[in-house]
């Protein structure tokens, strides 16, 4: 399955974007699907997953409260949709896809589809 990511940019501290996935070459169903985030010489880190039919979803600890990740299979598209934006939120934001299907996986080398990221600055 390939993936793109797009709707990063700039935003005000306190500001909101949307961020869409929007996968091709597979079978979009069968995929759980997460969104990472990697800062400048910092390790990528998770964001946010959701389940294969969308009914589970995962959050870090950081972001819980104020980012939702949502999917609609029809359109082959998962979003991340980040409120209250802060600039410790500033990074490459990539979305990915695991091979399994058992578990919804929260770590990066579980990983094994990724798109190209997309930056989001969020200035103080």
């Known amino acids: 399955v390939q993936l793109q990511a797009s709707g990063g940019g700039l935003v005000q501290a306190g500001g909101s974007l949307r961020l869409s996935c929007a996968a091709s070459?597979?079978?979009?169903?069968?995929?759980?699907m997460g969104w990472f985030r990697q800062a400048p010489g910092k390790e990528r880190e998770f964001v946010a997953a959701i389940s294969r039919n969308g009914a589970s979803t995962y959050y870090a600890d950081s972001v819980k409260g104020r980012f939702s990740i949502s999917r609609d299979n029809a359109k082959n598209t998962v979003w991340l949709q980040m409120n209250t934006l802060k600039p410790d939120d500033t990074a490459v934001y990539l979305c990915?896809?695991?091979?399994?299907?058992?578990?919804?996986?929260?770590?990066?080398?579980?990983?094994?589809?990724w798109g190209q990221g997309t930056q989001v600055t969020v200035s103080s």
């Open positions: 990915a896809a695991p091979n399994t299907i058992a578990y919804v996986p929260l770590r990066p080398r579980s990983y094994d589809y």
């Open positions: 070459g597979g079978t979009f169903s069968r995929y759980n």
